[in-house]
């Protein structure tokens, strides 16, 4: 979620950004996020003020109690009792208007760094650095679930009669061949001085909006029934989180 103050003082900013993400659509989130912060700048202005008089009305009933100014001192709790009840007003207004404000922005993008080239699509892609030069070979290449099948690594079949559609099991040297890989990926990175960590694979509501536009990820996401609780597309979500 990107710092609300770039809202409050240059909303062409986010504009221009959300114009060079080819995500038009989301520009009047800006103007409705800037209006309804104002609105809720002002209600907590007027109830940090109020609750900053009914505290000195407060302080100034005792002192009349002991004066045997009874009278002045009824009408003040009056005045007490209305401060308190706009206060409550108010603090339900900032929640709602809070909570609104929070779930336009989790919409809004992230500032790309200006060294990002501008692109709708993968055909306007921009080459940053070559080095050497592409081997293309004479001849068509298999895919590698192919070659996989090929040699008696995956099965497919029994995966689908007990997984459905798109799972496999690896079998034998490819399953073992995964595992290296994955084992070479890990010492690498430890190589190069990062920490290997086990991230949890379940992550609460709240930290699925911290990291990434919930109303956007919510139909690509798994949700475990009846608990807050959300199933991680990569690690970096629980990692961030």
Same mark, same amino acid.
């Given at each position: ?8 003082? *240059?909303?062409?900013?986010?504009? &221009?950004?959300?114009? !060079? ?11 409705? #996020? ?11 202005? &007027? ?11 407060? =302080?100034?009933? /005792?002192?009349?109690? !002991?004066?045997?100014?009874? @009278? ?16 409550? &007003?108010?603090? =339900? ?20 760094? $200006? ?5 709708? +699509?993968? =055909?306007? *892609? ?10 293309? $070979? ?13 040699? *008696? /690594?995956? @099965? ?6 007990? =997984? ?8 034998? +040297? ?23 960590? #086990? ?8 930290? #699925? ?26 690690? &970096? ?5």
């Amino acid at each position: 979620m990107i710092d609300i103050e770039l809202i409050r003082t *240059n909303r062409e900013l986010v504009k &221009e950004n959300i114009k !060079r993400k080819f995500q038009d659509e989301k520009l009047p989130l800006v103007d409705e #996020v800037y209006e309804l912060d104002k609105k809720y700048r002002e209600a907590k202005m &007027e109830g940090d003020n109020l609750r900053a008089e009914k505290n000195k009305l407060s =302080s100034e009933i /005792g002192n009349l109690m !002991r004066e045997g100014k009874k @009278d002045e001192a009824e009408a003040i709790k009056v005045r007490v009792g209305e401060n308190a009840k706009r206060i409550e &007003e108010l603090e =339900s207004l900032e929640a709602d208007l809070e909570s609104s404000i929070r779930e336009k922005m989790y919409v809004i993008p992230q500032i790309m760094d $200006p060294s990002v080239p501008i692109g709708k +699509d993968d =055909s306007e *892609n921009v080459e940053d650095k070559r080095f050497g030069e592409p081997v293309v $070979p004479n001849y068509e290449i298999p895919y590698h679930a192919d070659i996989i099948e090929r040699l *008696n /690594g995956m @099965d497919k079949v029994s995966a689908g009669r007990t =997984s459905g559609e798109g799972f496999y099991y690896l079998l034998g +040297d490819i399953a073992r061949l995964h595992e290296a890989m994955l084992a070479y990926a890990r010492d690498f990175m430890i190589d190069h001085g990062f920490t290997y960590a #086990v991230p949890p694979f379940m992550i609460h509501k709240d930290v #699925v909006e911290g990291v990434m536009s919930f109303p956007e990820m919510e139909a690509m996401m798994y949700k475990i029934e009846g608990e807050d609780l959300y199933l991680i597309g990569t690690s &970096e979500h629980s990692m961030i989180g």
